[in-house]
């Protein structure tokens, strides 16, 4: 009897306990069907944020290349003021001395013009004085009737700057008042972007996960490097950079913010050098080149990628705007973006490498 109830006893402890383990099991994997869920949404939400993300940094980009135009256009509009302005000041002090030339030459002949013409054709007994002095009248009026002719021709010349000179100042001030409200536009997207930044960073995403990014971000840039290879039309006159190391500028001048080969994440490091420089700074090319690509990459932004030839290759990433297209033809040191944050970057910087046959290379060999 007592073994019966000890059996007894034991049968509702076991049962107890896998009630207890099977309550704790299903505990647990709902807790790891939520985290699940919640790592999907969290996917999900990062996802449709870094679409967001891009999409605000081409909506900046158009804005930023658009105040770009208006700046070159408003430099050459008051170099055109200027230039209008002198030759104004010029035809005004022309129109002055031919005002004071034509007074002469009237009082000159108002002086002359005393004597009785048709006395003098009479006098037969000074017939070589009428004759000189005939001569002398037709070459003053010859002489006003060139001078007014030319005066003439400065008034209309005269008119027609003045009128060019008016016309180039209300262009002046229509382009100022257009980049002003590009900048407010300018000014708009960035808060846009400045919001999708603030919220993608609540998405916190672990070191594993932020690991497993970069890896992709990296493989995206080398498959896009790969395929831009195979289109590759080697041109003739492009020869490289094996014979300009250490010769080269910098794209842009700027504090270093992460060198070639340190460390970036676990073990993955840094392929190119990411340069601090302001926003809307002229970033340049280093060599010349064709442009094949010039686009948006997740995590790089706005990225332009030049082929020197010879199997090498410059890329200028996180770019506030890009002023180049792909097939241009790019000569050193000729601007091809403007300095940007693009790419989900906190500060404004360049990302700068140089690739030889697909392989990153310390930039530092090559620029100066």
């Known amino acids: ?84 302005s002198k030759e104004k000041q010029k035809l005004i002090a022309q129109k002055i001395a031919q005002e004071q030339l034509l007074a002469q030459q009237l009082r000159s002949a108002y002086t002359s013009g005393q004597h009785d013409y048709l006395k003098l054709l009479l006098n037969q007994e000074q017939s070589e004085k009428i004759q000189r002095t005939i001569s002398y009248y037709k070459y003053l009026n010859k002489a006003r009737i060139n001078e007014i002719e030319k005066f003439q021709a400065t008034i209309a010349q005269l008119m027609m700057v003045a009128t060019q000179h008016q016309e180039q100042i209300e262009h002046l001030q229509a382009l100022k008042k257009n980049q002003k409200k590009q900048r407010t536009t300018l000014n708009k997207n960035k808060n846009s972007r400045r919001k999708t930044l603030a919220t993608l960073s609540e998405k916190l995403l672990s070191s594993k996960q932020q690991l497993t990014k970069l890896k992709s971000e990296e493989a995206n840039l080398t498959a896009a490097l790969q395929k831009l290879t195979e289109l590759i039309r080697q041109e003739i006159n492009l020869t490289g950079l094996s ?43 280093i060599h010349n080149g064709t442009v094949l690509f010039s686009d948006w990459l997740k995590g790089y932004g706005l990225l332009t990628v030049i082929d020197h030839g010879h199997g090498y290759m410059s890329l200028y990433a996180h770019n506030q705007t890009l002023l180049k297209s792909v097939g241009d033809r790019v000569e050193t040191g000729e601007p091809i973006a403007l300095v940007g944050q693009s790419g989900g970057q906190n500060k404004a910087g360049l990302y700068f490498e140089i690739r030889h046959q697909g392989k990153a290379v310390n930039p530092k060999i090559w620029c100066r």
């Open 1 to 84: 009897m007592f073994i019966d109830s000890s059996m007894a006893f034991d049968n509702n402890n076991n049962e107890r306990n896998k009630q207890q383990n099977s309550s704790k099991l299903n505990n647990v994997q709902q807790a790891i069907a939520k985290q699940e869920s919640n790592i999907f949404k969290t996917n999900k939400a990062r996802t449709a944020l870094e679409q967001q993300l891009k999409n605000d940094d081409l909506t900046i980009a158009e804005t930023a290349k658009a105040i770009n135009n208006t700046e070159q256009q408003l430099k050459t509009t008051e170099k055109k003021i200027f230039t209008l």
């Open 243 to 285: 014979k300009l190391k250490r010769k080269l500028a910098w794209p842009v001048k700027g504090k270093l913010l992460r060198s070639f080969g340190s460390r970036k994440q676990d073990y993955l490091k840094w392929k190119g050098v990411l340069l601090g420089a302001s926003i809307g700074k002229q970033v340049q090319t």
